[in-house]
Each structure stands twice: as structure tokens, then as C-alpha cells.
């Protein structure tokens, strides 16, 4: 059976009923370039101005698991990490170089039969998002 997340008795104790977001950035050439070096993903879209302004994404582009990364961040230290069961994001737009992101997310729905409390998360660039998705919580620490 599932909770209305919006009414009161569905906050889950020790989750926060409004989640308080996160900003990172501007986005760094280094930013890009530590976190390919910590992946092993040197793919020339994310350090060679000149292949990625070919290839017709008008410059360099953060690969999409960094922003997956500070968005799982969130979550974990937003709820803490015993409580994850899953996450799931999709890329749905490119973030570049200055980009200020904006990460986050909201309690979608409480499921007290299954124990769960889903969150659906976004990243987003000036309002528009770049990565959405969604984790799935034990209501229960372990």
C-alpha cells in the first residue's frame, strides 16, 4: 500500500520532509579531467575543445556519470547510504564547462508495505534538467 507523500503521516521518521538541495559549481575543466582520470573515460569529448566542437556538441562536456556521482552523493548523505536499495538516473542533457548544478530531489511516494520510500532526483542547469531519476530507501536503517 502506498502513502500520500504529501500529507504528513507519510514522512518517513529521520528522512527530512523537505530534502534541502545541493549547488556544485561552476564546472571545471579540472573537475571534467579528475573525475576522467578517477573513471578511466578519456573519450576527447571531455578534454579536446577541437573534437568535441566537430563532433557537434559546441565544446567540451562532462561525461553524464559525473553528475550521476554528485547526485548519488546527495542521496547518501542526504539519507544515508544503508538505507539505498537502488538508483536509477538518465542523461538528458549535456552539461559543459561553467555549469552551475543544482541537485536534488523529493519523496514520491512512501510504500509502507514494502518499507520503501522512493525519491524522484534531478540535476538541473539554470532550471532545465540534465540528469533525472530515482532511488528507492529502506524506510528502516540496517
Do not use: C, K, Y
Not at 3 to 13: G, K, L, N, Q, R
Not at 44 to 51: E, S
Not at 85 to 107: M, Y
Amino acid at each position: 500500500m502506498s502513502a500520500d507523500p504529501s500529507t504528513e503521516d507519510a514522512v518517513v521518521d529521520n528522512f527530512p520532509a523537505a530534502p534541502v538541495p545541493r549547488t556544485f559549481g561552476p564546472v571545471t575543466q579540472t573537475d571534467i579531467v579528475r573525475f576522467a582520470g578517477a573513471g578511466g573515460d578519456f573519450n576527447p569529448l571531455h578534454h579536446d575543445p577541437g573534437f568535441a566542437a566537430e563532433a557537434g556538441l559546441g565544446g567540451i562536456v562532462a561525461m553524464g556519470q559525473f553528475q550521476a556521482a554528485l547526485l548519488a552523493g546527495w542521496v547518501t548523505d542526504t539519507f544515508g547510504i544503508t538505507r539505498l536499495r537502488s538508483f536509477e538516473v538518465r542523461f538528458t542533457a549535456p552539461v559543459r564547462i561553467g555549469d552551475v548544478l543544482e541537485i536534488g530531489g523529493t519523496i514520491s511516494d512512501v510504500d509502507d508495505d514494502a518499507g520503501t520510500t522512493t525519491l524522484a532526483l534531478s540535476v538541473q542547469v539554470g532550471g532545465s534538467p540534465v540528469v533525472t531519476g530515482t532511488a528507492v530507501l529502506r524506510n528502516e536503517p540496517v
